[in-house]
């Protein structure tokens, strides 16, 4: 049973950084990619940023190029999502997923966290 526990979420200014962390287990993740995605209330679930287990390729939606890197932890088999100059447009709802596909469409993602809440105040 695949499990996601994402945390690291909470309250910060504009300006501020977080790192959202993203626990994973029940398989081996080494063929698949792992992304975050976001919600924020009203609109539809978006993309952020993705990367192959396997070979550390990333990809990220423009609007949080240079300001947040995805990275992985092998050992720990841990996600991560250092958000840097953080913005009040970035308050959502922050989820990580995994797929056997590198998409940036959340169809391709089979496996969802809980989320985590992240809230920038102007």
């Known amino acids: 049973q695949v499990q996601l526990v994402e945390s690291g979420g909470g309250l910060v200014q504009a300006g501020g950084s977080l790192r959202l962390s993203c626990a994973a287990s029940?398989?081996?993740?080494?063929?698949?990619?792992m992304g975050w995605f976001r919600q924020a209330p009203g609109k539809e679930r978006e993309f952020v940023a993705n990367?192959?287990?396997?070979?550390?390729?990333?990809y990220y939606t423009d609007s949080v190029k240079g300001r947040f890197t995805i990275s992985r932890d092998n050992a720990k088999n841990t996600l991560y999502l250092q958000m840097n100059s953080l913005k009040p447009e970035d308050t959502a709802v922050y989820y990580c997923?995994?797929?056997?596909?590198?998409?940036?469409?959340?169809?391709?993602?089979?496996?969802w966290g809980q989320g985590t809440q992240v809230t920038v105040s102007s």
């Open positions: 997923a995994t797929g056997p596909t590198y998409s940036t469409s959340s169809i391709g993602y089979n496996y």
């Open positions: 029940g398989r081996t993740f080494s063929s698949y990619t």
């Open positions: 990367i192959r287990w396997s070979t550390g390729r990333t």
